[in-house]
């Protein structure tokens, strides 16, 4: 029988995986998505990486998908002298937004609206809020007195966070736009839209997808207490979510973080949209061969929580063991994945929506496998729409999914549970059905006598919602 975990594993591109020999180990350690991060590398890099992941796809009969991670309106402080200064607490300093070398009486801020957005009594958090700054005073135009109430040493381009402030800079940059033409171009599956605040962020970037006439799907990620605010219409417009703790934990509280993170992930699985949880998971693991056990929790909470994906940054980006980081993941995964309280969420379907014929079907398929003991679900979809609903109620049976739409198998690839096969014919419905049991036997997914359900439409030429429920044995 073969083994495959349900929770997808997500790890940034970066130095350490440019050798496509290391990342075909990730692939078969169990690696799901390729994150490329915009903040950092150049389009040549990202087009060797793409088609590096592309060929290892083809070689190994994978679907490993790509997401554009989009930098967003980051804030940063400017070049400091000698990459080194100490800001002293209860000293004064200047913030300008004219370019100059920094040092402990002025910086230089990336953000040229600072003077006329920033109030006075406001807080400045600078590198991940290791130093703290309050605003004494602004002229409105290029420069802010602030004092330092906890000092530490700066070193160059560190990110700036305004916990307070209304920012007025666009969700979408100059360079994110031009990024987003490259990832569109480059057929990217999805695309992470940074520091959203509302859900007009999300709609603005869906509509330069559709307009471009491509297929990318969208995920905010939640870093900004405005984000929180708006949460749920947020979860309701974009495609799915990724907790990014780095950010979120230094814009709020960070105690507020872990049952945010809980509350976010239990709303995403009820209407069915992809949650990532991101930030720090093994961050250890950048240096060290081995996980913290505080990370193992972590990482183990995470899919207790039933999040669909974990992420990696720079423990696969530019750490030292890449590999090892996704097989100390997946063994996490796998031992949480044998208890059974992580599965079963279901929720009944709403009436009176035009999916509810779909979603019944989904609900009652994944409610008669749990109490019929199913070993698997297999299901066709054109859309992907059906996927995504059979594994928000998190069954136990295995997820498989055909469809001859052969681009959507590496969307699904972020998707809890989800195992996804190109199929193109759409025969009788029985014979279809015989097909595609007959199919996941030889790969030894399934063996004689095991029951599972299909679910379909009728007429299959007709690709319609789905509206079919069969229970049937192998074999």
Known sequence: MNHFNRTKIVATMGPATADARVLEEMFNEGLDICR???SHGDYEAVKKNVSTIRELNKKLNRHVGI?????????????VKNNNVTLEPGKEIIITTKECEGDENCLYITYPQFPQDV?????????????????????????????????????????????????????????????????????FDWIGLSFVRSVTDVVELKDIIRQNGKRAKVIAKIEKPEAIRDIDNIIDVTDG??????????????????????????????????????????????????????????????????????????????????????????????QVEEVDSIYYREHAPNLKTITYITDSICFNACNLAHQAGVQAIISMTNSGYTAFKLASHRPKAHIFIFTDNEALLSTLSLVWGIRGFYYNKYESTDDTITDLKNYIRTLGLVKDDDLVINIASMPMKDKGRTNMMKLSYVG
Not at 67 to 79: E, F, N, S, T
Not at 130 to 144: A, I, P, R, S
Not at 285 to 311: F, H, K, Q
């Open 36 to 38: 490329i991060n915009f």
């Open 67 to 79: 997401l554009g991670d989009l930098q967003g309106p980051k804030l940063r402080i400017g070049l």
């Open 119 to 187: 109030k006075v009594g406001e807080t400045v958090l600078i590198d991940d809020g290791k130093l703290h700054l309050k605003v004494q005073e602004t002229n409105g135009k290029d420069e802010v007195r602030c004092t330092i109430t906890v000092g530490g040493i700066l070193s160059s381009k560190k990110g700036v966070n305004l916990p307070n402030t209304k920012i007025s800079l666009p969700c979408l940059t100059v360079k994110d736009i031009r990024d987003l033409e490259f990832a569109l171009e480059q057929d």
């Open 241 to 334: 979510i990724m907790v990014a703790r780095g950010d979120l934990g230094v814009e709020l509280p960070m105690e507020q973080v872990p049952l945010l993170q809980k509350m976010i992930v239990q709303k995403c699985i009820q209407v069915g949209k992809p949650v990532i949880i991101a930030t720090q998971m093994m961050e250890s693991m950048i240096t060290s061969y081995t996980p913290t056990r505080a990370e193992v929790n972590d990482v183990a909470n995470a899919v207790m929580d039933g999040a669909d994906a974990v992420m990696l940054s720079a423990e696969t980006s530019v750490g030292k063991y890449p590999v090892k980081v996704i097989e100390m993941m997946r063994r996490i995964i796998t």
